[in-house]
């Protein structure tokens, strides 16, 4: 039997089996959840696993995975933003829904989103939620491509991955703690993570891995794509990682690691899955078909949605400005701002978000009850004529050891319009006068924007065009500065290399 026929083979059980017994792992995380009062939400049951087609012993019940899904969506559609430009919803939601549909859960309420992120990322939650960045969207050449990607997801959600490793890797209080910046240096004065952000940096294993390949592959032919295109990706994949210069957020490799010879095992896959299913077209190779879905696809960071520039971070869409501290990292989302100083010098973070409307002072009494944090000042203020609240206060927070610290908390509450702006500046209460004038710079420097030219900022965009004569790729690509990238990086956004020749008439992706 080939290797890919043993990966195919080893997720059908012979005959169907009961639940399997509980192993000394599953009944010491089970007395842990016990002793923390947990045992009702993570409760030892017998699940079906979709891809095994048996029930096993889990700790996580459907009906919590169904939960989790639920409640994680909110929270990663907030933290992210759905991409809501054109019809590449659609179009994602289309290709998922019909390969899920020759999935081994056909039945389970799918849902396909597309986040408005730069980072090149693909990942499922529980339940049946399949998410795609944008940002992996520009690097793919076709349908099948992505077919094979989201059948990979939805693989991790019928083998049930995320249940094992929630086993596995003891992440217990899912949805019972509030909060959550994952930023790494915020994370220690924030607790854990809510539960969409935690299952998002579960790291799947290399057996897990294995497994949503050749599920992917599988579920890809079955609807009828040439899922070995998907290989090319996954090559293109590697390429990126070897040149990206670090993120706060995890790429598709970091949490979907490498089993070893990816690019050939699923060539091997979709070799045998196509022997299963005869009658499969392998169709979503063209890119005629695919690549004007990307055309105008928003490429890269988007400036609209926040940018530093000469010690600012400017907010074009929410026409606001406030200064960064000298070398501290900003890490900037769609629902909010997170600061950190340089290495580890400083124990200190700082949060910008917004909030619902209503007047600071409000807004400042309900932050001080939901945290029952205790006043150390409270007084009202204004900031470049716009109406504000400071408040000073001490909060006990979780510590990575599971204890409690305590923690002071300069906050700025700032009307602007019908909007409301929050400012929190965290740090250690024993060393918090160290880092304070630190947070006060920040809160005063908040202004409203008005440079109309910063107002008008816009992003770089993928474009669609049509080669006029036929070269080797490096000298023919139309003018890559343009966009500000290089003919290099052009040929990874392609799938091609710098001395590749090309045709006249082919479509390539270019960035303006």
Same mark, same amino acid.
């Given at each position: 039997?080939?290797?890919?026929?043993?990966?195919?083979?080893?997720?059908?059980?012979?005959?169907?089996?009961?639940?399997?017994?509980?192993?000394?792992?599953?009944?010491?995380?089970?007395?842990?959840?016990?002793?923390?009062?947990?045992?009702?939400?993570?409760?030892?049951?017998?699940?079906?696993?979709?891809?095994?087609?048996?029930?096993?012993?889990?700790?996580?019940?459907?009906?919590?995975?169904?939960?989790?899904?639920?409640?994680?969506?909110?929270?990663?559609?907030?933290?992210?933003?759905?991409?809501?430009?054109?019809?590449?919803?659609?179009?994602?939601?289309?290709?998922?829904?019909?390969?899920?549909?020759?999935?081994?859960?056909?039945?389970?309420?799918?849902?396909?989103?597309?986040?408005?992120?730069?980072?090149?990322?693909?990942?499922?939650?529980?339940?049946?939620?399949?998410?795609?960045?944008?940002?992996?969207?520009?690097?793919?050449?076709?349908?099948?491509?992505?077919?094979? +990607?989201?059948?990979?997801? +939805?693989?991790?959600?019928?083998?049930?991955?995320?249940?094992?490793?929630?086993?596995?890797?003891?992440?217990?209080?899912?949805? $019972?703690?509030?909060?959550?910046?994952?930023?790494?240096?915020?994370?220690?004065?924030?607790?854990?993570?809510?539960?969409?952000?935690?299952?998002?940096?579960?790291?799947?294993?290399?057996?897990?891995?294995?497994?949503?390949?050749?599920?992917?592959?599988?579920?890809?032919?079955?609807?009828?794509?040439?899922?070995?295109e998907g290989a090319a990706f996954f090559q293109t994949l590697k390429r990126l990682e070897a040149g990206k210069q670090g993120s706060t957020l995890p790429t598709f490799l970091s949490t979907h690691p490498d089993p070893g010879d990816r690019e050939k095992t699923i060539l091997k896959l979709a070799a045998a899955?196509?022997?299963?299913?005869?009658?499969?077209?392998?169709?979503?190779?063209?890119?005629?078909?695919?690549?004007?879905?990307?055309?105008?696809?928003?490429?890269?960071?988007?400036?609209?949605?926040?940018?530093?520039?000469?010690?600012?971070? +400017?907010?074009?869409?929410?026409?606001?400005?406030?200064?960064?501290?000298?070398?501290?990292?900003?890490?900037?989302?769609?629902?909010?701002?997170?600061?950190?100083?340089?290495?580890?010098?400083?124990?200190? =973070?700082?949060?910008?978000?917004? *909030?619902?409307?209503?007047?600071?002072?409000?807004?400042?009494? %309900?932050? *001080?009850? =939901?945290?029952? =944090?205790?006043?150390?000042?409270?007084?009202?203020?204004?900031?470049?004529? $716009?109406?504000?609240?400071?408040?000073?206060?001490?909060?006990?927070? %979780?510590? %990575?050891?599971?204890?409690?610290? *305590?923690?002071?908390?300069?906050?700025?509450? +700032?009307?602007?319009?019908?909007?409301?702006?929050?400012?929190?500046?965290?740090?250690?209460?024993?060393?918090?006068?160290?880092?304070?004038?630190?947070?006060?710079?920040?809160?005063?420097?908040?202004?409203?924007?008005?440079?109309?030219?910063?107002?008008?900022?816009?992003?770089?965009?993928?474009?669609?065009?049509?080669?006029?004569?036929?070269?080797?790729?490096?000298?023919?690509?139309?003018?890559?500065?343009?966009?500000?990238?290089?003919?290099?990086?052009?040929?990874?956004?392609?799938?091609?290399?710098?001395?590749?020749?090309?045709?006249?008439?082919?479509?390539?992706?270019?960035?303006?």
């Amino acid at each position: 039997m080939s290797d890919a026929n043993e990966i195919a083979a080893s997720l059908k059980p012979a005959h169907s089996a009961g639940c399997a017994p509980v192993s000394g792992r599953g009944r010491q995380v089970a007395r842990a959840l016990g002793a923390l009062g947990l045992a009702g939400m993570l409760a030892s049951s017998c699940v079906v696993n979709y891809a095994k087609g048996r029930s096993e012993f889990s700790l996580v019940s459907q009906a919590q995975e169904l939960e989790m899904g639920r409640m994680g969506d909110k929270e990663i559609l907030a933290q992210f933003g759905a991409y809501g430009e054109g019809s590449l919803n659609a179009f994602v939601e289309r290709v998922g829904t019909t390969v899920a549909a020759h999935s081994d859960a056909p039945t389970l309420q799918w849902h396909f989103r597309v986040l408005d992120s730069p980072v090149v990322n693909a990942f499922a939650l529980p339940g049946g939620y399949i998410y795609v960045s944008r940002g992996l969207l520009a690097y793919l050449q076709n349908e099948a491509q992505l077919a094979m +990607i989201l059948g990979h997801e +939805i693989g991790h959600v019928t083998a049930r991955h995320t249940a094992g490793q929630i086993t596995r890797q003891n992440v217990v209080g899912l949805g $019972l703690q509030l909060g959550g910046l994952f930023f790494e240096g915020v994370r220690p004065y924030m607790g854990l993570l809510q539960t969409g952000m935690q299952l998002l940096f579960l790291t799947y294993s290399r057996g897990d891995e294995t497994a949503a390949d050749a599920l992917g592959v599988t579920y890809a032919i079955r609807a009828g794509y040439a899922a070995g295109e998907g290989a090319a990706f996954f090559q293109t994949l590697k390429r990126l990682e070897a040149g990206k210069q670090g993120s706060t957020l995890p790429t598709f490799l970091s949490t979907h690691p490498d089993p070893g010879d990816r690019e050939k095992t699923i060539l091997k896959l979709a070799a045998a899955a196509q022997q299963q299913s005869p009658g499969a077209v392998g169709k979503g190779r063209d890119l005629a078909g695919f690549l004007p879905k990307l055309d105008g696809v928003v490429f890269g960071e988007d400036p609209r949605q926040g940018f530093v520039r000469n010690g600012l971070f +400017i907010h074009p869409k929410l026409a606001f400005q406030f200064p960064v501290p000298t070398n501290w990292k900003v890490h900037n989302l769609p629902s909010k701002v997170e600061m950190v100083p340089p290495g580890q010098q400083v124990q200190a =973070a700082m949060l910008m978000q917004g *909030a619902p409307p209503t007047t600071p002072l409000a807004a400042a009494e %309900a932050f *001080a009850t =939901a945290n029952k =944090a205790t006043v150390l000042r409270s007084e009202p203020a204004t900031v470049h004529g $716009l109406a504000a609240h400071r408040l000073v206060s001490r909060v006990a927070m %979780a510590n %990575a050891q599971g204890g409690t610290m *305590a923690v002071t908390v300069a906050s700025s509450f +700032i009307r602007k319009g019908d909007q409301l702006f929050v400012l929190h500046g965290y740090a250690p209460s024993e060393s918090f006068a160290n880092v304070s004038g630190t947070f006060e710079q920040v809160f005063a420097g908040f202004a409203p924007l008005t440079d109309r030219k910063l107002l008008d900022t816009q992003p770089k965009r993928l474009d669609i065009v049509t080669l006029n004569r036929p070269g080797l790729f490096q000298a023919v690509v139309p003018n890559p500065a343009a966009g500000g990238v290089t003919a290099t990086e052009l040929s990874v956004l392609n799938q091609r290399q710098p001395a590749d020749p090309v045709s006249a008439g082919a479509l390539l992706k270019v960035v303006k």
